[in-house]
């Protein structure tokens, strides 16, 4: 190929979305990803696409982009579906939200509340009328909101797809390939590899997730932090009637149902913690808060395990657009709603490299709340 007009660096949802649809715009993109495509944080999610799912009731401005990243979800999907080939497990079942004792339930009312009040369709349930959705639900729970359009999508399927799809549109993916140092620059920003070589192109993209601080020469280094999530996977076996045909979430761990027969526990959120360990503990208090609201999952087999970190910004949305240094464009901080943000965060991201690649100067409104120059330092 080539010099590149874009590199992006990072091979995870938010860099291959990005570099899918620059492609696909016909720029000459190169992805450099240190280790393999789509096997970070992205890798490790549950694949929830939940706009109201653990958000703080301040949090409207991401409220509302992820809600309008969830309207792009079938046409995205679909799309992504016919560029690669491969299907991604976009499933529209809708989500139960459900508590398991009196202070749960005062906390899912004012969700309900929230979400009626924003014009979601969710709808509050009985414990017994819960059940009637979802056998598998314990019969002590005192009440759920089910959210139809919540959905969830095959989040390793949705990278493994993005891939194959950039490829095809043009794009170069380079695995093994660490970037050590971001050099900004107004017409000629550039990269150095571990090794030592430069790579030089028109705009950088940063879409490193929880590592992207820690790549050399920007000042101030992005504000992102990784939060820590461990996570588990069961062997659902509707043979023996243990299956689940809904996400359901709890107060203290999610289930997601997953097309391959694996069941989703989530999963811990540990601030400060750099390592990647399992823990006794945190597989305990996800299996016990999967308990609580689905007993039969004492008799499932325990498949996998696995822990990443979140990219969190300081007030935990995303950095997305022109960044305090000419030349680099962010697409990171997605925290808890990576896979929800892909289809705006690639389509918007893409949108706005473009206009700059082309001098143009605006930024899209959809992006303005998320801007990196937010911070003020
Ligand atoms: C347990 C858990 C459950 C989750 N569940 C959900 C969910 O249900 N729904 C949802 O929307 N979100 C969920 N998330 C959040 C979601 O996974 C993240 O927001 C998303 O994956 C972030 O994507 P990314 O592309 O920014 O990061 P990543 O997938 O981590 O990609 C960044 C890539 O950059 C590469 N990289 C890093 N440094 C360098 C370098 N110096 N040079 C080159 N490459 C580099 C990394 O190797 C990595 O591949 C969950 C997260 C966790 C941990």
């Known amino acids: 190929m080539p010099s590149p007009e874009v590199v992006v660096v990072g091979g995870g949802i ?101 979400q009626e009040e924003h014009g979601a369709p969710v709808e509050w349930l009985s414990g017994e009328e819960a059940v ?77 997730g929880a590592w992207s ?30 299956d689940l045909g809904h996400v359901v979430r709890g107060p203290d761990a999610y289930l997601v149902p997953k097309a391959d027969g694996r069941l989703i526990v989530g999963a811990t959120s540990e601030e400060g913690v750099t390592d990647r360990r399992v823990t006794a503990g945190g597989v305990y208090r996800l299996l016990e808060g999967a308990v609580e609201i689905v007993p039969g999952v004492e008799e499932m087999e325990l498949v996998e395990t696995w822990a990443a970190h979140r990219p969190a910004s300081r007030d935990h949305a995303p950095l997305l657009g022109r960044s305090p240094h000419p030349g680099v464009v962010y697409a990171t901080g997605h925290y808890r709603h990576g896979v929800l943000l892909a289809p705006v965060t690639a389509e918007e991201v893409a949108a706005e490299v473009d206009r700059l690649l082309d001098g143009a100067a605006e930024t899209a409104p959809v992006l303005a709340p998320f801007s990196p120059l937010r911070f003020p330092d």
């Open 14 to 114: 938010a860099g291959l979305g990005v570099a899918w649809e620059l492609a696909a715009r016909g720029r000459r993109v190169v992805v450099l990803e240190r280790d393999r495509l789509g096997r970070g944080t992205s890798w490790a999610a549950a694949g929830m696409l939940a706009p109201s799912a653990e958000l703080g009731f301040e949090e409207l401005d991401l409220y509302a982009l992820g809600r309008e990243s969830l309207a792009r979800w079938r046409a995205f999907a679909r799309r992504l579906e016919a560029a690669s080939g491969a299907e991604v497990g976009y499933r529209e079942e809708g989500t139960l939200v459900v508590a398991d004792d009196r202070d749960s339930l005062h906390a899912l009312r004012r969700l309900f509340r929230f």
């Open 132 to 208: 009637d959705l979802e056998p598998l639900l314990s019969p002590r729970l005192p009440g759920a909101v089910f959210s139809p359009e919540d959905h969830q999508v095959d989040h390793r399927a949705v990278v493994a797809a993005l891939a194959v799809a950039a490829r095809r549109a043009g794009a170069e993916l380079r695995e093994g390939t660490a970037v050590v140092h971001i050099g900004p620059d107004v017409e000629a920003p550039t990269v150095r590899l571990g090794d030592g070589t430069e790579v030089v192109a028109r705009v950088v993209v940063l879409a490193a």
């Open 213 to 242: 601080p820690s790549i050399g020469g920007l000042d101030p280094a992005p504000p992102v932090r990784g939060v820590k999530g461990q996570a588990l996977a069961l062997r659902l076996d509707p043979e023996r009637g243990l």
